[in-house]
């Protein structure tokens, strides 16, 4: 299996909902990413975890919120999101170092 | 900070032509990898090529090759008799700094091949 699966591909929430996007990979990477896209600009990372602990948190504002339950899932809770959050949200996995990411292919998410 | 340049927004290119993207990038790393990943308007991001620091030689996969240029910190992407489902942007993927191959994108470059 060489492939990161996110779900669900769109999401429509609103502001004071509460969602959780999710992604999964079985192929034994330690490393999973979430990342935010907007339109014709390149991906922004928001959090990093490795062999299961977050390692990096690039100031992303606490209404998204990264879960990590085991070595395959990575979860992004959203909470009272605004609407310039709405972005193409990309999850990634790897090895620790240097062998480039596997990428799922993102979330579309409208917060209206 | 990490900085990444890529000059060029948008390019076209005439099927079965040669295309070449350009990427500078800034690293106090010596040893590390860079990566050029397309992705098509499906949006899936797809690893198109990889680049060890340390090897001299460029990384070749079928039609697409790499210009690394270590000293003057470039790393540009030739395509190669180029095909139509080669449109999409391009990005450019230097090291961000840390040991979890964190990747710091260019701005990409809009590519278009035409019939």
């Known amino acids: 299996d060489t492939e990161v699966t996110q779900t669900p591909k769109h999401l429509v929430m609103g502001m004071t909902n509460k969602k959780s996007l999710k992604c999964e990979q079985h192929m034994g990477h330690r490393a999973m990413y979430w990342y935010k896209q907007k339109a014709k600009k390149p991906p922004e990372l928001m959090f990093v975890y490795s062999y299961e602990k977050l390692s990096i948190n690039e100031s992303v504002p606490s209404r998204f919120s990264p879960e990590c339950p085991n070595s395959s899932l990575l979860n992004l809770h959203l909470h009272a999101l605004q609407p310039e959050d709405s972005a193409l949200y990309l999850c990634?996995?790897?090895?620790?170092?240097?062998?480039?990411?596997?990428f799922g292919s993102g979330t579309r998410l409208t917060v209206v | 900070a990490q900085t990444v340049t890529q000059s060029q927004p948008e390019m076209s290119v005439q099927e079965a032509e040669t295309v070449t993207l350009s990427c500078t990038y800034d690293t106090s790393e010596n040893n590390y990898y860079l990566f050029w990943y397309k992705q098509p308007p499906s949006r899936q991001m797809i690893l198109v090529i990889r680049q060890e620091a340390y090897k001299q030689q460029n990384a070749t996969e079928n039609r697409f090759s790499v210009n690394f240029q270590k000293a003057a910190k470039s790393f540009s992407l030739k395509i190669s008799d180029s095909q139509l489902g080669d449109t999409a942007m391009y990005f450019c993927a230097p090291p961000g700094g840390t040991s979890y191959g964190k990747l710091t994108f260019g701005q990409g470059t809009i590519l278009t091949v035409h019939p």
């Open positions: 990634a996995s790897s090895q620790p170092v240097g062998e480039g990411y596997t």
